[in-house]
């Protein structure tokens, strides 16, 4: 796989050389790395790593001092946050960010991809393709009875299912998630490892994590990442058993 | 959000506050009040437009505009140059150095009328100036500031300087303006002497048929996905961003909608109190504008309606026994709805009176609203004048969206 590097047109999602300087400090440095279509790559790494970070970059929220992003083929480094968007990346954030003051139906409805205009939004219909849509993306996400309750009613579990809905509705091809399964019960976790299965037959799947069975259950390909750099990448046996990885986990 | 037919509308619970409504504007308050009073109800409901776009912007989407008095004042402005205009005819200004331009320009040693009053001149420029002029502005300043991401109170302060710029403006540009005094003794409108009984209570009904076209626009924009993201975009910003949503966009529209809201009620101000002057649009005025709408409900279009006309009820029966007192009054009020009742009379409403109407509902159906009007009318006999609006507290009528 590592062959392919020099063709990266045939990757998903390739960064390369992307730096991002905060007055003087390099929270990501020269980091490296490319996506296959259709793969789940979970991205660990101690606290002040910049996995956050990445994603950032990625989605445009932070923008990059140099290098480059490149998702199919096109350059997402100067793109604005909702053409990104448009280009079919999706990003859920670490804390669940859902509209707490509207219902799960609405939710879903609001990151429906139409009516993305002001003037689109006012003339958006509720047709019956968008009300079957949303009714089946939150079958995925186990949320199917719960489409009038208002989202603030929501478990911190079921926040978190309803902002992937909110992604998967948006039909991206990369879907990023930032730790997913964070403060989630036993089981939640085990359905949300099954959720994600689901998930990337369709898409890419990029994630950040720390709970290692949880990465053990459902990465195709980890990558290590360390002060802002990648300190290895391969599947998760390779990884846990490489020396610099257990040096800075376990090493002090 | 099932589209049944306007009928059946009326007859749900939402449609009987509207209904509710426009029985008290159009039958119960032009029966009950004199011509006097009824047009001093005009000029409340004029600050209602501007509370209405408060609510869409600040109570829903939330952006804090604490210059909406510009907007206000810009409409009112423009339909003032018009009236001006009309009143300053060769014959009736005969006596001045420069015949057929305002007097106050006269006064100032101005001899020709200034390039940008000419249009003025036209009613039908001025119908659109009336709305155009404040929504440019605000699309100015909304394309300034919220593509940069200017928000919050800075975004606050920054409405505030400009109501602050434009009060000095006008004052410091006596002769364009007519300055500190306002353009004032205005007289007709294409002939129609606005001065009279008949042409101030015809005004005032202009002015209610109007608040409902402004209240159906923002309740349809309300009802859809636009209105929704604008709720979203409120909490969650990065999500709605994250979504795929220009933000950005969304702000200027509201912004815009806000200050065109804002011009009409302006423009109408002007034709029913008969002048214009800074005092109306500076920051004060800028601020009481969102007291009403903070007091009536700042997430209810409804209920910033009765915000508007209770708060001014209240201040000229107040201003008229106790002058100095109103501006305590009125800061203890807006203290007293922030941390007591922070989604207003409305927000009280849908507490204690709408659980009571539930079972009122289930009993008697259909005549839920009347109902209430009638029970409590006579418990509270009004004794004063400027308590005429009591028995309206227990009527307000929240959006329920």
């Not at chain 1, 929270?27 to 990445?54: M, Q, W």
Request: net charge neutral; with cysteine.
């Amino acid at each position: 796989m590592k062959a392919a590097k020099s063709k990266s047109k045939d990757f998903l999602l390739a960064v390369e050389g992307l730096t991002v300087s905060f007055d003087g400090f390099k929270a990501v440095d020269d980091l490296s790395f490319y996506l296959d279509p259709n793969e789940i790559r979970v991205i660990i790494g101690p606290n002040g790593a910049g996995k956050t970070t990445v994603l950032d970059l990625i989605c445009g929220k932070t923008r990059a001092t140099s290098g480059s992003i490149r998702f199919q083929g096109r350059e997402l480094t100067k793109m604005k946050e909702h053409q990104i968007v448009h280009s079919g990346v999706g990003r859920k954030f670490q804390t669940p960010s859902v509209f707490e003051d509207l219902t799960v139906f609405e939710n879903l409805e609001v990151s429906y991809p139409q009516g993305h205009s002001v003037m689109g939004a006012l003339a958006f219909k509720r047709d019956l393709a968008v009300v079957e849509e949303i009714e089946s993306v939150a079958r995925t996400i186990f949320l199917e009875d719960m489409l009038e309750q208002p989202a603030s009613l929501l478990s911190h579990g079921q926040k978190q299912w309803l902002e992937i809905g909110m992604l998967l509705i948006q039909k991206p091809k990369l879907i990023m998630l930032d730790e997913p399964v964070a403060g989630m019960s036993v089981v939640e976790r085990k359905k949300t490892a099954e959720l994600l299965k689901v998930i990337t037959r369709e898409h890419t799947v990029l994630v950040i994590e720390h709970d290692m069975q949880f990465v053990g259950d459902i990465a195709d390909r980890v990558t290590v990442m360390h002060q802002g750099k990648v300190l290895s990448e391969g599947s998760i046996e390779h990884v846990k058993s490489d020396p610099k990885v257990i040096e800075v986990y376990l090493g002090h | 959000m099932k589209d049944s037919p306007v009928v059946k509308w009326f007859a749900s619970r939402e449609g009987l506050y509207y209904l509710a409504l426009a029985l008290l504007l159009v039958v119960v308050l032009p029966v009950m009040l004199d011509a006097f009073r009824l047009n001093m109800v005009g000029k409340y409901l004029t600050y209602a437009f501007v509370a209405i776009g408060l609510v869409m912007c600040w109570g829903k989407a939330g952006i804090l505009s604490l210059g909406q008095g510009v907007f206000f004042g810009l409409g009112g402005y423009c339909m003032a140059m018009y009236l001006k205009l009309e009143a300053s005819t060769p014959e009736a200004t005969a006596i001045q150095s420069t015949p057929g331009i305002p007097d106050f320009m006269d006064w100032n040693q101005i001899t020709a009328l200034p390039w940008f009053w000419e249009p003025f001149n036209s009613f039908a420029f001025t119908l659109i100036a009336v709305i155009g002029v404040p929504v440019l502005l605000a699309l100015i300043i909304g394309v300034a500031m919220f593509t940069r991401r200017v928000g919050g109170v800075y975004f606050a302060i920054i409405t505030q300087a400009i109501a602050a710029i434009l009060t000095i403006l006008i004052i410091g540009q006596q002769g364009y303006t007519g300055g500190i005094n306002g353009i004032t003794d205005l007289r007709t409108l294409m002939g129609w002497d606005i001065r009279t009984d008949e042409a101030k209570t015809a005004l005032y009904f202009v002015t209610v048929a109007l608040l409902f076209v402004c209240l159906f626009a923002a309740r349809l924009i309300q009802k859809r996905k636009l209105g929704r993201i604008l709720v979203a975009m409120n909490t969650q910003e990065n999500r709605v961003r994250f979504s795929g949503y220009d933000v950005a966009a969304f702000k200027i529209f509201v912004f815009c909608l806000a200050a065109a809201f804002a011009g009409i009620g302006g423009a109408l101000f002007t034709l029913s109190v008969g002048f214009m002057s800074p005092s109306f649009i500076g920051i004060v005025a800028s601020i009481e504008m969102v007291i009403f709408c903070a007091l009536g409900g700042r997430l209810s279009i409804l209920g910033a309606v009765y915000g508007a006309l209770l708060v001014n009820a209240a201040k000229s029966g107040f201003s008229e026994s106790f002058p100095e007192l109103w501006p305590f009054a009125m800061g203890a009020l807006f203290i007293g709805v922030v941390l007591a009742f922070p989604n207003g009379l409305a927000g009280l409403y849908q507490t204690y009176v709408m659980p009571l109407e539930e079972r009122l509902f289930r009993r008697k159906p259909k005549t839920d609203g009347s109902q209430k009007a009638k029970a409590t009318a006579p418990a509270q006999t009004p004794g004063e004048r400027g308590k005429e609006y009591d028995p309206l507290i227990d009527q307000y009528s929240p959006e329920k969206s």
